[in-house]
C-alpha cells in the first residue's frame, strides 16, 4: 500500500506541476503568485485569483484537483490548512467557465469539497448535492453519481438514495 500511495502523490505532484506551468504563462498570475502558492496570504491569493481568465480555467482547475488530491492523500493537518484556497480556486473555475473536464468537473470537485467534511468541519450536504446533480445531468460520465452517493448519499444516511444511485 505505501508503494501505491507514493505512487499516486507522484502522479498528483507531476499533474500540479503542469498546471503550475500552464498557469504561469499568464504573466499576472506569475506575478502576484511568485514560487510559492502555500505561503500566499488569503488576501495575495485573492489578487491573483482575479488575475485568472477563462483561458486559464483548465489549468487553474487541474491545479486544484491535483492540489486537493495530494491533501486527501497525505492526510497531513499541516497541508489541510491549504484547502480554503482549493476551495476558492474551484469556486474561481465556477465562475470562468464550468465546462471544463466533459463539462462536469468544476461542479463535480466542488460537489466533493462540499461534501467530504462533516458539516460541523465546514461540510455542507446540500451544496454538494446541488452540484453533484447539476454536473450528473450535464455529463455524460458516470463519476458525478458515484461521487453523489459517496460525498452525500452515505455521508447523510440516505440508504435508498445510495442504492438507487449506484
Known amino acids: ?14 499533474g500540479r506541476t503542469h498546471a503550475e506551468q500552464a498557469l504561469s504563462q499568464n504573466s499576472d498570475w506569475k506575478a502576484a503568485v511568485g514560487d510559492d502558492l502555500e505561503s500566499l496570504s488569503p488576501e495575495a491569493f485573492s489578487t491573483a485569483l482575479t488575475t485568472l ?14 492540489w486537493g488530491g495530494t491533501m486527501q492523500v497525505e492526510l497531513d493537518p499541516a497541508s489541510a490548512t491549504q484547502l480554503p484556497k482549493v476551495e476558492r480556486l474551484i469556486a474561481r473555475v465556477l465562475e470562468l467557465d464550468d465546462t471544463v473536464f466533459f463539462n462536469v468537473g468544476p461542479d463535480m470537485l466542488t460537489g466533493v469539497l462540499y461534501g467530504f467534511r462533516a458539516p460541523a468541519l465546514g461540510g455542507n450536504p446540500e451544496a454538494a448535492e446541488k452540484h453533484l446533480k447539476r454536473a450528473a445531468e450535464r455529463g455524460g460520465i458516470l463519476l458525478p453519481r458515484v461521487l453523489l452517493a459517496q460525498f452525500v448519499y452515505a455521508q447523510t444516511e440516505r440508504e435508498e438514495d445510495f442504492r438507487t444511485t449506484l
Open 1 to 14: 500500500a505505501t508503494r501505491l500511495k507514493r505512487r499516486i502523490q507522484l502522479s498528483y505532484a507531476a
Open 53 to 66: 481568465e477563462k483561458d486559464d480555467a483548465e489549468a487553474a482547475f487541474w491545479l486544484a484537483f491535483c
